[in-house]
Structures are given as structure tokens and as C-alpha cells.
């Protein structure tokens, strides 16, 4: 775990010690287990930059869940397109209290995580594969020690997602197809 050394000058550089004593986690946006081809891929997983302060019990059990479920969907054949991040303001790493900021304010504890999953078989030309019965998988956590082990507990629409942080994900889809699989909430 390491700052980012690539971070403009001048910018406050969250390191190894950042979250130290606060109970959370350093959350692994992007999995070390995602990034195994070689050391360096591996290493660029453990900057500060790729984490966010998680709660413990939800890093550990519920989002490495998910994790976990992911790569085996890999050695099933598969192609993933995965997409992560958090919004909100104030999290729990313990059984009660909210903790809005850490590291003398300087870090946000966000309310919530989430991630997308774009599921495609092995192949090229990955845009052009994205059709109407594309599988994707939408989660968002609330980032409390309290979860539920199960992330399949937590699965959404895109569109829900996207009406909770603004964003318009998948946007290089055809827009005809985006308006299908995003107000799918996955069932598999
Ligand atoms: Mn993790
Ligand atoms: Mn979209």
C-alpha cells in the first residue's frame, strides 16, 4: 500500500498510514486478484488511489464476494467489463456510528459502493457483442460492518444506479440497447 507517486504536485497524497486507527479498511476498487499477469500490474493495484475506506466485514465477505463470484466467471469462458466506485458521505466500520471523514478530514468515507458487471463470452469486437440479453450485474452496498454476506442481496438497475450518482454509465452502447439492459436487475 503506497501513495500515488503520479499525482499532481501540490495535490495531498493519501499513503499507507491514511487510514490507520479509523476501522476501515483500504478498500480495493480494482481486486489485487485482477491483476495477476505480472508484478507490476499487481503492484499498481496497492496505490492509495485505487481504495476507499470500506468497512471491514463488507470488504472481507460481501464485495470480495463478488469479487470472487467475478473471476470464476472468468474461468467459465467469459469476457468481463467491470466498473466500480462509491458516492455518499458517512460509513460505519463498526456495529453503530457513522464516520464521515478520516485522516484529519482530508478523506471521505463514502455511504456507498458500487460496481457494474458487463458479462460477454470470450471474443472480439466486445462493443458490437453488447445485444438486448446482455447479462450485467449492478450492486451498490451500503458501506456499514453491518451487510449482508450475500451480495446477490444487493443487486440493482443501472438505471437505478445512475439516478443515484449522475453518471450515465455504458454510454458507448447503442442507445437502444442501453434502455434494455439498464432497468434489468440481474436474477442468475
Ligand atoms: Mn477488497
Ligand atoms: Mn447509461
Redesign the pocket.
Known amino acids: 500500500f503506497r501513495a500515488n507517486p503520479r499525482l499532481p504536485s501540490g495535490w495531498y497524497r493519501v499513503d499507507n498510514l491514511s487510514y490507520s486507527s479509523s476501522g476501515f479498511?483500504?478498500?480495493?476498487m480494482c481486486?489485487?486478484g485482477d491483476r495477476t499477469v505480472s508484478v507490476p500490474a499487481n503492484s499498481s493495484t496497492f496505490l492509495m488511489t485505487n481504495m476507499v475506506p470500506?468497512a471491514p466485514y463488507n470488504?472481507?465477505v460481501t464485495?470480495?464476494g463478488l469479487?470472487n463470484y467475478t473471476r470464476g466467471l472468468m474461468s467459465q469462458g467469459k469476457e468481463l467489463y467491470v466498473i466500480s466506485g462509491a458516492y455518499g458521505e458517512g460509513g460505519s466500520a463498526v456495529s453503530s456510528g457513522i464516520t464521515n471523514t478520516i485522516d484529519n478530514s482530508r478523506v471521505t468515507v463514502p455511504a456507498k459502493l458500487w460496481k457494474v458487471i458487463v458479462v460477454l463470452n470470450n471474443g472480439s469486437d466486445d462493443l458490437n457483442r453488447v445485444t438486448t440479453s446482455t447479462r450485467v450485474i449492478t450492486i451498490v452496498l451500503p458501506n456499514i460492518n453491518t451487510v449482508n454476506a450475500d451480495w446477490k442481496t444487493y443487486r440493482v438497475s443501472v438505471d437505478f444506479l445512475e439516478q443515484e450518482t449522475g453518471y450515465d454509465l455504458l454510454s458507448n452502447v447503442p442507445v437502444n440497447i442501453q434502455s434494455i439492459i439498464e432497468a434489468q436487475v440481474d436474477t442468475l
Open positions: 479498511d483500504r478498500g480495493h481486486p489485487s470500506q470488504n472481507q464485495w470480495a469479487e
